[in-house]
């Protein structure tokens, strides 16, 4: 395995979806808990401290919730369709509401309000890309937190990639604001694939050349966003803060100490570790992912299939 220093661009897409999948597993215990309440972070594993209260303690030690089962699902999409597809990544998104598709045992558990709202809509009969609800409420991380294996797939251009990042948050969610946070994700993820050592800054100014012509975009990144303000982060549901808080996390050196730090947060635990741990992924490759985490990931027979065939697409 390539040293995290510098590695190959297969290390550093492997790095992206297993480190997803990983902070996500490992954040699962801590969802709910105030910033307070969670333990130091040398102490924050798959399995907490035995004095800490569980959250979802059915759940077996390493096992990625819905952001993980969501993100596998359209990566499943993009590579049986060698394309966004929406009417089919959204058939697979009910499979995995109903059946328990892409999730480890079957199990579906945490699924966001917003997100199973536009999934009944969905199964109704509503056309994908009308199915995510438009109205300012709509702007919680369950579009952001599943994006990431878009930009691992994509070899279009940055504007491409933009346009199809925003195309798939309109399933669930269809506000401008959260189409332009994934935007933003996937042109960090996809700066930081090329080695980039700015990503935030390189993505920003990508986004604002290409949001030129479109006043509603560069009125959310411009005044949601954010992005010349410093970065604060509260670990919540919000797709923005969830996005700011991702970034902050990127700036710790390596990925155990990213990932625990999302989860210090508080709050959305899984999701923001796993929106963090999917960037400090490719940062640092497969081999910056512990391997104590890699070997205790539950699932690993769902993924393996899905992570051979993109590394196959890329070469």
Known sequence: MTSPANPRLADRLAGGLIGLLVGDALGV?????????????????????????????SVPPGTWSDDGAQALCLLASLLHCDALDLEDFGRRLIDWYEFGYLAVDGDVFDIGVTTGTALRRLRAGTAAADAGDRGDRANGNGSLMRVLPLALWHRGSDAQLVADAERQSLVTHGHRRAQVCCALYC?????????????????????????????????????????????????????????????????????ESAVRAAIRLGQDTDTTACVTGGLVGIRDGIGGIPQRWRDGLRGRELVQPLLAELLRRHG
């Open 29 to 57: 215990p801590y969802e709910f808990n105030r910033a307070e309440r969670i333990p130091p972070a040398q102490l924050i594993e798959y399995t907490p401290p035995p004095d800490f209260l569980r959250s979802h303690a």
């Open 187 to 255: 042109l960090i993820a996809r700066r930081l694939l090329a080695g980039a050592d700015a990503p935030w800054p390189q993505a920003v100014a990508t986004l604002r050349e290409l949001y030129a012509h479109d006043a509603a975009a560069q009125e959310e990144l411009e005044f949601s966003i954010r992005p010349d303000e410093p970065l604060q982060g509260n670990g919540s549901g919000y797709v923005v803060d969830c996005l700011r808080s991702s970034v902050i996390c990127l700036q710790q050196p390596d990925y």
